[in-house]
């Protein structure tokens, strides 16, 4: 790990898994293409279009664990992990965005047989007599142990103890590990095959994936200066996918027109309004509404373009790091 403190900017991407695939593309369209070591085995790589940057190929989990620690200065990884491995995740990093993928829930989920057993506060009831009649505490099997602490506490389910599992969860009420599971979904599917139901207020966290930046790295001006340039193409990307460029002649004063739209369509004139020629930059989804409205003002054509990439002096995800970086 000599590398560790020469190298400007570390990033942790997951190496397999579930995110493995998303986490590529989603740095593939930004425009950085991540390139890993020859061997198959090399947990190293680089980035092409930003020399200095180094990535790092770890497990889900293993990524929280380094951003920590600050190992690495930001990775790829889902929230359902650093919640649970991480007691006080927001005193050590920052959630800058999250990525649209690898979503899944965390629930709790009892056996479907239990028809009158519907919300937490009916779990108490439940728990309070398994107590009662048996002498123990009904049966919680869950690898997310503190996120289950905690969300039992807030809800009033106290009466319980909790079965580490480590894997096929859901197996364990039937298997007689456990009365009830603590587990991630996405489909449902593993859930129906095992006779199981979500409690209606069971949804502890709606998780995915997110691009998190560690607080406790090493943050030297050579690492600021890279996670600002790669923060800022990431969100250049992301404001050009999702906005189209709206150009259209309209008659009379194209600045009023341009503070309409924009009051509308939250479309932006960012080109200023110096002509009568107005570029508007507006979300995806009320572009055809825009264009309808500026033929309506007298436009006689109105051009709709897709960008590449809108860059911003003003870098909302790098401002957000840099409030905590100083
Ligand atoms: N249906 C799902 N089941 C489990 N995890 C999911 C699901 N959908 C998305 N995820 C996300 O993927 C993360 C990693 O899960 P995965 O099991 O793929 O990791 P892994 O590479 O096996 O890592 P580890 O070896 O640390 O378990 C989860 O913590 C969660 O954030
Ligand atoms: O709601 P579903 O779409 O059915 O997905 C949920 C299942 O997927 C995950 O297991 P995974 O396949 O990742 O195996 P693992 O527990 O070994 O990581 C998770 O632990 C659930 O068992
Ligand atoms: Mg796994």
Same mark, same amino acid.
């Given at each position: 790990?000599?590398?560790?403190?020469?190298?400007?900017?570390?990033?942790?991407?997951?190496?397999?898994?579930?995110?493995?695939?998303?986490?590529?593309?989603?740095?593939?369209?930004?425009?950085?293409?991540?390139?890993?070591?020859?061997?198959?085995?090399?947990?190293?790589?680089?980035?092409?279009?930003?020399?200095?940057?180094?990535?790092?190929?770890?497990?889900?989990?293993?990524?929280?664990?380094?951003? #920590? *620690?600050?190992?690495?200065?930001?990775?790829?990884?889902?929230?359902? &992990?650093? /919640?649970?491995?991480? +007691?006080?995740?927001? @005193?050590?990093?920052?959630?800058?965005?999250?990525?649209?993928?690898?979503?899944?829930?965390?629930?709790?989920?009892?056996?479907?047989?239990?028809?009158?057993?519907?919300?937490?506060?009916?779990?108490?009831?439940?728990?309070?007599?398994?107590?009662?009649?048996?002498?123990?505490?009904?049966?919680?099997?869950?690898?997310?142990?503190?996120?289950?602490?905690?969300?039992?506490?807030?809800?009033?389910?106290?009466?319980?103890?909790?079965?580490?599992?480590?894997?096929?969860?859901?197996?364990?009420?039937?298997?007689?590990?456990?009365?009830?599971?603590?587990?991630?979904?996405?489909?449902?599917?593993?859930?129906?095959?095992?006779?199981?139901?979500?409690?209606?207020?069971?949804?502890?966290?709606?998780?995915?994936?997110?691009?998190? #930046? *560690?607080?406790?790295?090493?943050?030297?001006?050579?690492?600021?200066? &890279?996670? /600002?340039?790669?923060? +800022?193409?990431?969100? @250049?990307?992301?404001?050009?996918?999702?906005?189209?460029?709206?150009?259209?002649?309209?008659?009379?004063?194209?600045?009023?027109?341009?503070?309409?739209?924009?009051?509308?369509?939250?479309?932006?004139?960012?080109?200023?309004?110096?002509?009568?020629?107005?570029?508007?930059?507006?979300?995806?989804?009320?572009?055809?509404?825009?264009?309808?409205?500026?033929?309506?003002?007298?436009?006689?054509?109105?051009?709709?373009?897709?960008?590449?990439?809108?860059?911003?002096?003003?870098?909302?995800?790098?401002?957000?790091?840099?409030?905590?970086?100083?």
């Amino acid at each position: 790990m000599s590398e560790t403190v020469t190298t400007p900017l570390i990033i942790a991407v997951p190496s397999k898994g579930r995110l493995q695939e998303n986490a590529a593309k989603f740095f593939a369209r930004a425009g950085l293409t991540v390139a890993q070591g020859r061997g198959a085995r090399d947990y190293r790589g680089t980035i092409q279009e930003m020399p200095g940057v180094e990535i790092a190929f770890l497990s889900a989990s293993e990524i929280v664990s380094q951003l #920590a *620690s600050g190992n690495v200065h930001m990775g790829v990884t889902g929230e359902d &992990l650093v /919640r649970e491995t991480v +007691a006080d995740a927001d @005193a050590r990093m920052e959630l800058l965005q999250p990525l649209g993928f690898g979503h899944a829930n965390v629930v709790v989920a009892v056996p479907q047989a239990w028809i009158d057993v519907k919300t937490m506060a009916d779990l108490e009831d439940v728990a309070a007599s398994y107590r009662a009649r048996r002498g123990e505490r009904m049966r919680v099997a869950t690898k997310y142990i503190h996120l289950t602490q905690r969300y039992f506490a807030k809800t009033g389910v106290t009466d319980y103890r909790i079965v580490e599992s480590l894997g096929a969860t859901e197996g364990a009420p039937a298997a007689g590990q456990a009365e009830l599971i603590v587990d991630i979904t996405t489909t449902g599917a593993t859930l129906r095959a095992n006779a199981l139901k979500i409690l209606d207020d069971g949804v502890m966290l709606e998780s995915q994936a997110n691009l998190v #930046a *560690s607080v406790k790295a090493d943050w030297n001006e050579g690492s600021k200066k &890279l996670a /600002r340039s790669l923060l +800022a193409r990431i969100a @250049a990307e992301e404001d050009a996918r999702t906005s189209r460029e709206v150009r259209a002649r309209i008659p009379y004063s194209a600045t009023m027109y341009a503070q309409q739209a924009e009051e509308l369509f939250k479309a932006r004139a960012i080109f200023g309004t110096g002509s009568e020629v107005v570029t508007l930059v507006c979300p995806v989804e009320r572009t055809p509404a825009l264009a309808d409205w500026l033929i309506m003002q007298g436009a006689k054509h109105v051009t709709v373009t897709a960008l590449d990439y809108v860059f911003s002096a003003v870098n909302p995800l790098y401002e957000k790091l840099a409030k905590r970086i100083g």
